[in-house]
């Protein structure tokens, strides 16, 4: 498929999304503009976080419960200031730093596609570099699969009590591949602020909003736009 530069987009018409992810900060941080894009387009946009991201601190004083905890409250306030309320978001509470693609995972992702019934699911690519998280290309390969095709057959996961559903597209990010690049020059302060709740990931408040517009900027650059997003485009209907 063609390469594809996204400026609008409201003119795809995309009336769900479904964003799957391993850890809080992973959507404000790959793909937080295109979701505040997505919101402003009119599209219902829907999170599944797998992990609480319980691992996410070296604080002797905390526990992995009291990290989880503190990490689901900034993700809900992240997901606020780019439009998704609390309630679209799911957290499946499965432990950090130790998804693997299994058939549970992908069962956990299937209920979330039949239950939310996406046009559009934007996932992590499987295969990025491995100096990225290991839950991040278990994720991504379980929402492939989940996508295609556990969700779509009928006898796959019976006892989830929700109808089939077929997942056209999926957008990948952080890829090495991409095909498909989002315009966010107009949502980027919101991504970055969105960003920003996500203190205890070290939301340093002079170099982190520098570091996501030189990002955004690096990606935009290969193809002509001032800051953008980048993915790689599936096709699975």
């Known amino acids: 498929m063609q390469s594809e530069i996204i400026r609008d987009l409201a003119a795809l018409g995309i009336g769900r999304a479904l964003v799957v992810v391993a850890h809080p900060d992973d959507i404000e941080s790959w793909c937080g503009g295109t979701v505040a894009g997505l919101v402003e387009a009119g599209t219902d946009v829907a999170y599944l976080l797998c992990t609480s991201g319980d691992k996410g601190s070296n604080d002797p004083a905390q526990t992995a419960a009291q990290i989880a905890a503190l990490r689901e409250g900034e993700q809900i306030a992240a997901a606020r200031e780019l439009g998704v309320a609390a309630a679209q ?139 953008a997003e980048a993915f790689q485009r599936v096709t699975l209907a």
């Open 89 to 227: 978001i799911t957290f499946a509470r499965l432990l950090d730093g130790e998804l693997e693609p299994t058939l549970a995972l992908r069962r956990v992702i299937t209920g979330a596609i039949r239950a939310q019934r996406p046009d559009l699911l934007i996932t992590h690519d499987p295969a990025p570099p491995y100096r990225l998280h290991p839950d991040h290309r278990a994720v991504g390969r379980a929402a492939l699969d989940a996508a295609f095709a556990s969700a779509r057959d009928r006898l796959m996961f019976p006892d989830l009590a929700l109808a089939p559903h077929i997942v056209p597209t999926a957008w990948l990010f952080a890829t090495e591949q991409p095909d498909l690049w989002v315009d966010i020059a107009a949502t980027l302060a919101r991504k970055i602020a969105a960003r920003m709740q996500h203190v205890s990931q070290g939301a340093d408040p002079q170099a982190l909003p520098r570091h996501w517009r030189a990002r955004a900027a690096e990606a935009g650059a290969a193809v002509g736009l001032t800051a």
